[in-house]
């Protein structure tokens, strides 16, 4: 489809799953450039595919463009929370310690 080559040649990935087919904002890697561990890609698949889930269980779609955020080691958001604002749409992770 026409969306699909544009995503494509914006540099745009996708993740084939068992349940969904999902975009994701990763450019495609090249062997110059590495952005992420195999462990976070894996954890990053991961999370879109449960967002995914979550967004047909609830009915609310997150648009996030260079907003994501990720850990570097296991347990840094143990401590994270979100401030949500239903009136503006805004959802911000909060790290308080």
């Known amino acids: 489809p026409r ?9 745009f990935g996708w993740v084939k799953r068992d349940d969904a087919v999902v975009a994701t904002t990763r ?5 110059m450039t590495s952005l992420t561990t195999a462990a976070t890609e894996a954890n990053y698949d991961r999370f879109v595919a449960e967002l995914t889930q979550l967004t047909r269980k609830y ?3 997150i648009k996030s463009v260079g907003g994501v955020i990720l850990a570097n080691s296991a347990g840094e ?13 805004d959802l911000y ?3 308080d310690d």
Do not use: H, W
Request: negative net charge; charged residues 20%; hydrophobic residues 40%.
């Open 3 to 11: 969306g699909a080559m544009i995503q494509e040649a914006l540099g």
């Open 27 to 31: 450019p495609k890697e090249t062997t």
């Open 59 to 61: 009915g609310v779609a």
């Open 77 to 89: 958001f143990c401590n994270v929370t979100y401030d949500a604002d239903f009136a503006s749409g």
């Open 93 to 95: 992770p909060r790290f």
